[in-house]
Every structure is written in structure tokens, then in C-alpha cells.
């Protein structure tokens, strides 16, 4: 009956049913002998799955010059009937005047190669190079940001627990639902975008992250918080999210720590703390003010690690409304929601605390959504 209740909201698009917090299989579950596994080049393949899912490959950029940057494959499937891909840019510029840019583009022609660890379309390539440690970038799809790009690996890719995966549905043996993240928390990266002002350099760090969500994404989390941390020394990232009541509320949070050459700690025993909230005013949501991100775990050789980054966001980089802005399907998908609007707040935190092994004071860039099952 709950198979058959989930199937029902997943044709549909409206809330699921309560099954509660043990319809969750956390990826935590994992973790708790297995903290991480290192990735290997076959963990970096799209799956494109032919049901219902969301699955990205998303790169971001943290330039020399103070530009941040975001490069995004996304592939979506709509209940088996209809797959389509798109390609995003964003760039935030260090002046803190000129207007963000951003470019979201619907490819045509896409597919992947025989391993399916590479991607490409008309106008647009992400190819894994043969040793599996560096991403090729390349969209000519938007003439006002042309991406050419190379983001190579400078420590080891983890996913936390055996397969990063958490598993949805009250079946244990035949779930439902899945959600994945594997990373490279610590790149380098070299090229730029060209833009309609002209051409940015992007050469500094990055971030690489592969996302599957196999399963309307609104009903595996209803709020997220995202931290990408950049350091000379050290890179923290965090991505925590919230599932809607259907699933308890229950907390996920998936990160690690990483410098050159090596992990230091990956796992799921962070979190994620709004120190301050306040009523955005243009919509009543609470937005963040200033945050506290956790981390704790231990070296391979069984040492302690404890890293904090905490500080006040101070004026936001922008707040992107998702029905505006993301692709037509995802508004079909979170549109069967009556009254749904979710919002996402990203920030800079450029005068952070942040102490990882050592103190250490870097660029921070932080997202952060509202939750969406409030406004139900």
C-alpha cells in the first residue's frame, strides 16, 4: 500500500504520505564503519537513469581575481516519458556592483561516451581525462559566457560510507528512491569564460561535485546547506540536506576535509547551525545570517579532526527563486506542489573563522535554501 501511495505522488508531483523516519536509509547508516571510500574512476560514471531523477556534474570555481564561478551539466528524466539536459554558468564578481551573470541553456544532440564517464551535446563537452584526474569543460552553447575549462583533482575523491548513497522507501530491500554524492573536495583550475564584457581568467581552486537524485527531488529534501571552503593549505566542503516530513525531517549531511594530496576526514558526523536568522522581506522566509559549519572524524591513522567555519554572511551574493530560474522540468516536477516556492541564499563569507587543523583565513562560499515544506 505505501508502494503503491509513492507512486501515486511521484506520477502526480504532490507531497507523499508520512511513512516516517525509518523509510529513510541514511547513508550515516554506512558511515558508521565505513566513513568513506576513496573514488575509483568507474564511481565518476553518469548512471542517466530512465525513471524519475535529477543527476548533475557541477564545478565550482574559485578564481585568483576573487571572481566565483559555477559550471553545470544537469541531466533530468521525467517519469520515464521525458529526458532533456542543460547546461548552466554563473559568475559572482568581486566588486560587489556588477550584476551577476548567469546563463542556463537546454542542449541538444546529448549523450555520453561507451563508459559513460564523459558528457557531451551539440556546442558543449565535460570529458574525464584517461587517468581519471581532470575534468575538460567546454560550452560555446550561450555566447555570453563561453566555457573553457580544465578542474584537476589535487586530492584524492571520497564518497562518504560504502556507496554514498541513502536509500528511500519502506521496502529495505527494494527502495524507492536513492540520493548520491561523490567529490573531489580539492582541485585546481586553469581557462576562463568569455564573457559579453570580456574574457575572465579563472585560474585558482575548485570543486567538483557528482549528484543523483533518483527520485523527485522535492520529495528526497525539502532544505539544504551547501559550504565549499578553499584554503592555500586545506579545502572543508559540506552538503547537508533535510527530507520533507514524509521522512521524519531527517537530517543528511555528507563532507570531508582535504589538502594536497591526501583526505584528512570524510564523513557524515558534520552539521550545519543558522547562528542567525532573519524574515527576508520580500517573501517572509527565513534567511540566514550568519552560519556555523562542523566537521569532525578522524585521520587514517585514527587521529582526531575537528574543523569549524563560522562568521556572519553579511550582505547575500544573491537569492535565486528556483521556479524562475532552473529548467522547465524541475518547475513541472516541484509545480504539482501547490503553493511551493522555494528560494536559495548564497553568500560570501569573506572575513570567516575558520579553524581546520590550523587557523586559517581563506574565501568561503555558502548556499543555503529555505525550507520548502513550509510552505506547503
Not at 550584476?99 to 574525464?128: H, I, M, R
Not at 575538460?136 to 578542474?151: E, H, R, Y
Not at 554514498?164 to 528512491?177: A, L, Q, V
Amino acid at each position: 500500500m505505501n508502494w503503491l501511495k509513492q507512486q501515486a505522488a511521484n506520477f502526480a508531483g504532490t507531497q507523499e504520505p508520512i511513512y516516517g523516519p525509518s523509510a529513510l536509509q541514511s547513508v550515516a547508516k554506512q558511515a558508521e564503519t565505513t566513513p568513506y571510500t576513496e573514488l575509483r574512476k568507474e564511481d565518476l560514471r553518469w548512471v542517466a537513469m530512465k525513471s524519475t531523477c535529477v543527476e548533475t556534474q557541477t564545478f565550482y570555481l574559485m578564481a585568483d581575481s576573487g571572481h566565483i564561478g559555477m559550471a553545470q551539466v544537469i541531466y533530468s528524466n521525467v517519469a520515464g516519458i521525458r529526458t532533456t539536459c542543460q547546461f548552466n554558468t554563473k559568475i559572482f564578481y568581486p566588486d560587489g556592483k556588477t550584476p551577476n551573470l548567469w546563463s542556463s541553456d537546454a542542449l541538444e544532440n546529448y549523450g555520453f561516451d561507451d563508459k559513460q564517464l564523459s558528457f557531451y551535446a551539440d556546442s558543449c563537452a565535460v570529458t574525464l581525462n584517461e587517468d581519471a584526474t581532470s575534468y575538460s569543460i567546454k560550452s560555446a552553447t550561450n555566447q555570453t559566457s563561453i566555457v573553457n575549462l580544465v578542474v584537476t583533482r589535487q586530492a584524492p575523491g571520497f564518497q562518504v560510507g560504502t556507496d554514498g548513497k541513502s536509500y528511500f522507501g519502506t521496502d529495505h530491500e527494494n527502495p524507492w528512491g536513492t540520493m548520491r554524492h561523490a567529490f573531489w573536495p580539492r582541485c585546481c583550475v586553469e581557462g576562463s569564460i568569455i564573457t559579453k564584457t570580456g574574457e575572465i581568467n579563472f585560474h585558482g581552486r575548485a570543486f567538483f561535485v557528482h549528484g543523483l537524485q533518483g527520485m523527485k527531488p522535492h520529495h528526497a529534501a525539502a532544505k539544504w546547506n551547501f559550504v565549499d571552503f578553499q584554503a592555500p593549505t586545506y579545502s572543508a566542503i559540506m552538503m547537508e540536506y533535510t527530507t520533507p516530513p514524509s521522512y521524519g525531517s531527517s537530517i543528511v549531511s555528507v563532507g570531508g576535509i582535504a589538502q594536497d594530496g591526501e583526505i584528512l576526514c570524510a564523513g557524515s558526523t558534520n552539521s550545519a547551525v543558522h547562528t542567525e536568522v532573519k524574515d527576508d522581506p520580500e517573501n517572509d522566509w527565513p534567511e540566514p545570517g550568519a552560519v556555523r559549519f562542523l566537521w569532525s572524524g578522524k585521520t587514517k591513522d585514527g587521529k582526531s579532526v575537528n574543523a569549524e567555519i563560522s562568521g556572519s554572511l553579511g550582505k547575500r551574493l544573491d537569492k535565486v527563486d528556483v521556479m524562475a530560474e532552473v529548467p522547465g522540468f524541475v518547475k513541472t516536477i516541484v509545480g504539482g506542489v501547490a503553493g511551493t516556492k522555494p528560494y536559495i541564499y548564497q553568500a560570501r563569507l569573506s572575513d570567516c573563522i575558520a579553524t581546520i587543523v590550523t587557523n586559517e583565513l581563506s574565501t568561503v562560499f555558502t548556499s543555503a535554501s529555505a525550507p520548502a515544506s513550509d510552505k506547503y
